[in-house]
């Protein structure tokens, strides 16, 4: 999917809004269930420093 395309680039290019914005339209509009999508956009709120935020995608993906 082209939308998993741009959310890499932007995470490598560490243009990390537009990630997790991204991240947040695959996961809600597009696949609830996209497991990629969750892992970058924890990656992403974990460069932004939000631990928090990161620490749930990562539980969503990894489990508990």
């Known amino acids: 999917h082209i939308l998993h395309v741009l959310?890499?680039?932007y995470v490598t290019?560490?243009?990390?809004e537009k990630a997790v914005d991204d991240c947040n339209q695959a996961i809600i509009m597009l696949e609830p269930d996209n497991m990629k999508?969750?892992?970058?956009?924890?990656?992403?709120k974990q460069q932004m420093q939000d631990l928090s935020g990161a620490l749930e995608d990562f539980k969503?993906?990894?489990?508990?």
């Open 13 to 16: 290019a560490n243009d990390l």
């Open 60 to 64: 969503v993906r990894f489990g508990p």
């Open 37 to 44: 999508a969750y892992y970058r956009r924890a990656v992403s």
């Open 7 to 9: 959310i890499y680039l």
